[in-house]
């Protein structure tokens, strides 16, 4: 996110998708010697359907392991810009935030962060029980500087922070900054970050948006910054990052019609295995993927019925994050977590944070799950309690009644619900009894969380 003028937006969007895998434009680069390869999370897995799917109805097969959920996908973004007043910080830290990125949008290529800041958001970071994540400045900076941040932090106080990026959507610096440019700047940063803390995460190279299979000269530009990038510093990065607003789709547009966003959540399925496959065939490995600036809109717009502040909004992100959850994306950072495009406002939090909320019930084993109605998705995980949970998320604007046939579970049982529609904000109902064909009433525009317990 850049927070900028209407002169200095960001590239229009296009929902594009073309069946053909786009040819590579150069080799790949060879794989780095594992004694060189750089220490970092491992990449998770994609969900690989192993059960039939539902022609009809959600299908669950409890007893089909399919990887393990990242704790931080449940992430944000926070600046000094931004501000989360004391009478909200106790619904901040009940969000079960999992990773704060800082300062957030371009403030950090703008300004050098001072200590005090750097310590005030780490004491945040902590009260909210959050790791913390920093991107420290490219644009106008230096690698000194840079190193010198990581320096203070880890080596003077001991904070171990561990995620680290450089610079924030570079691709939009403009005045003659290119490719060559960054990829030279990013390993001069890289390089003497690592030489002041060689266990440090580095995130990049956090462009600001991505395209599958694009097809557009924009699109193309971009793509082109993420191969570039992966070719020259594929074996120093340990997650490759985007940023993603699917809305608006030009300056001049306004928010997404109602089923312009319903349909919009469906795009992480294609989006996520295509940023995979462009790693491995430039990098020659797997390395985890990231979004770490998304929303439903990059322009800050409210009272309506689809801008950042609205239910359906809510919704479509508690859709997108189940995806991305499902696609084994290693993290997720919402923008942001106050302000206009926040979860809260200065006395109340926005409907988005309810997904929050909703997920904080969500297990850390997936299992599988599919879904054959338009508009329902349903994702299902194990909890460290032994139970069993089934995300069921309704994107339609109509009460739907969907059978759920759950598989490889005992069964009937008595699950605890939780539901989010626009009455209800994360909010416990009557216990369900659950047997292996239900049909479940969703409610418009809903979240459904089922918890079965354990059999014997």
Not at 31 to 43: L, W, Y
Not at 302 to 331: C, E, K
Not at 448 to 455: D, S
Request: glycine content about 8%; hydrophobic content about 45%; some cysteine.
């Amino acid at each position: 996110m850049r927070l900028l003028g209407p002169a200095s937006v960001r590239l229009s969007l296009a929902c594009v998708c073309v069946a053909l895998l786009l040819a590579a434009c150069s080799p790949a680069a060879a794989a780095a010697p594992e004694s060189e390869t750089p220490a970092g999370p491992q990449p998770l897995p994609t969900l690989t359907p192993t059960s039939p799917a539902a022609t009809a109805g959600l299908f669950v097969d409890a007893a089909v392991a399919a990887g393990p959920v990242s704790p931080l996908v449940y992430g944000t973004n926070y600046g000094p810009w931004l501000f989360v007043p004391l009478q909200m910080q106790p619904a901040a830290a009940a969000a079960n935030l999992s990773v704060i990125r800082y300062p957030g949008g371009n403030w950090g290529d703008r300004n050098d962060m001072d200590e005090w800041n750097l310590d005030q958001y780490i004491m945040l970071t902590r009260q909210f029980g959050a790791e913390p994540y920093i991107h420290v400045r490219l644009l106008n900076g230096t690698a000194e500087k840079a190193a010198g941040v990581v320096h203070m932090l880890n080596v003077e106080k001991g904070y171990n922070v561990r995620f680290w990026s450089i610079g924030n959507e570079p691709n939009l610096f403009g005045d003659g900054y290119d490719t060559e440019q960054f990829v030279r700047e990013w390993r001069e940063w890289a390089e003497a970050m690592r030489a002041v803390d060689p266990s440090i995460i580095l995130i990049g190279p956090e462009i600001n948006q991505f395209y599958e299979y694009p097809t557009q000269p924009h699109q193309q530009e971009l793509e082109r910054w993420m191969i570039e990038f992966l070719q020259a510093n594929g074996d120093m990065v340990d997650v490759v990052s985007v940023h993603r607003y699917p809305f608006p789709s030009s300056q001049l547009a306004g928010p997404p019609t109602p089923d312009e966003l319903r349909h919009a959540s469906a795009e992480w399925d294609v989006k996520i295995p295509y940023l995979r496959s462009l790693v491995r065939e430039y990098t020659g490995r797997d390395i985890p993927v990231a979004v770490t600036e998304a929303n439903s809109s990059w322009a800050g717009s409210s009272g309506g019925d689809t801008t950042l502040d609205s239910h359906l909004s809510a919704i479509w992100w508690g859709d997108s994050l189940g995806r991305m959850i499902r696609n084994g994306v290693y993290m997720v950072n919402q923008f942001a977590i106050a302000g206009t495009f926040g979860m809260m406002t200065n006395y109340e939090v926005r409907p988005i944070y309810n997904v929050y909320l909703m997920y904080k019930e969500f297990g850390q084993e997936l299992v599988h799950a599919s879904s054959g109605e338009e508009l329902v998705s349903v994702f299902a995980s194990l909890r460290e309690d032994g139970s069993l949970a089934v995300m069921v998320v309704n994107l339609a604007a109509e009460t739907q009644r969907v059978p759920l046939t759950i598989s490889g579970w005992n069964l009937p049982a008595e699950a605890q619900v939780l539901l989010f529609d626009k009455d209800h904000a994360a909010e416990e109902q009557l216990a369900l009894t659950i047997g292996p064909d239900t049909t479940l009433e969703l409610s418009p525009e809903s979240m459904l969380l089922l918890v079965l317990p354990a059999g014997d």
